[in-house]
């Protein structure tokens, strides 16, 4: 779960659903009244969801990682209305399994580019090494 106050003082709050399937993402204005929430359906668990406000696109990002699936770094970018635009997954293929670990931090620089990282363990061939996942989307 995360918490984030945007740049004009209303409050997002995005959660795990119980179940693990879907994400929750909820908008309070600065007198706590409700602007909108939002749920987003996935066809795998989702975990550790973090929510980033990315100014430059009037948008916003949710990390985290999918709890049965290699390519299980996700990063999911909603409107400013919390409408879901599209979401991308990362992570290894064929005997490379990325195990829990997702996308942990995001910074949105001046720019307006996006730096995301986070950590991998790569299991191949019965043997596993940490690594460290670095992305850049612009």
């Known amino acids: 779960e995360d918490l984030i106050e945007t740049q004009i003082g209303d409050y997002l709050f995005v959660s795990s659903i119980l179940g693990g399937n879907s994400l929750n993402l909820t908008r309070i204005d600065y007198d ?3 602007q909108w929430s939002k749920d987003y359906t996935f066809g795998d668990g989702i ?10 696109e009037n948008a916003f990002l949710i990390t ?4 049965t699936n290699a390519q299980n770094r996700i990063l999911i970018k909603v409107d400013n209305s ?10 290894g293929n064929g005997d490379v399994y990325v195990a ?9 620089l ?24 670095v992305g850049k989307i612009d």
């Open 32 to 34: 706590q009244g409700l």
């Open 47 to 56: 975990s550790s969801p973090k929510v980033i406000e990315w100014p430059q």
């Open 64 to 67: 985290g990682f999918a709890l």
């Open 82 to 91: 919390g409408n879901l635009l599209w979401s991308r997954r990362y992570g």
């Open 100 to 108: 829990n670990r997702g996308i942990s931090d995001a910074v949105v």
């Open 110 to 133: 001046p720019s307006g580019n996006v730096i995301m990282a986070g950590g991998a363990n790569q299991i191949s061939n019965g043997t596993g090494a940490n690594d460290l996942f």
